[in-house]
């Protein structure tokens, strides 16, 4: 019962920003660790950024100082504000969630895709 619904891709020139949505139900939101992952064509998923219920915050490298990952936990939903976008940042972005108490649950968004044009 579990899902995921991602919003806000599209296709945006380089420099530009976008804003993504994941809001989730079918689970105690606060329960579970907020992700967004991203692949790129011909490249391996990767982390992007991850959330934990209190507000901790996570980033990699690559998107450090240009993404911002926040969570409302009153409306289950987690956002990725990205701004300063680059062409390799295009790929397919996916919502994760991931139980604190539960190792085995985890679950998935469909994905949605981002476009950075030069």
């Known amino acids: 019962q579990v899902q995921l619904v991602e919003s806000g891709g599209g296709l945006v020139q380089a420099g530009g920003s976008l804003r993504l949505s994941c809001a989730a139900s079918?689970?105690?939101?606060?329960?579970?660790?907020l992700a967004w992952y991203r692949q790129a064509p011909g490249k391996q998923r990767e982390l992007v950024a991850a959330a934990g219920s209190s507000g901790s915050a996570k980033y990699a490298d690559a998107v450090k100082g240009r993404f911002t990952v926040s969570r409302d936990n009153a409306k289950n939903t987690v956002y990725l504000q990205m701004n300063s976008l680059k062409p390799e940042d295009t790929a397919v972005y996916y919502c994760?969630?991931?139980?604190?108490?539960?190792?085995?649950?985890?679950?998935w968004g469909q994905g949605t895709q981002v476009t950075v044009s030069s």
């Open positions: 994760n969630a991931k139980s604190y108490y539960y190792t085995d649950d985890d679950y």
């Open positions: 079918g689970l105690r939101f606060s329960r579970y660790t």
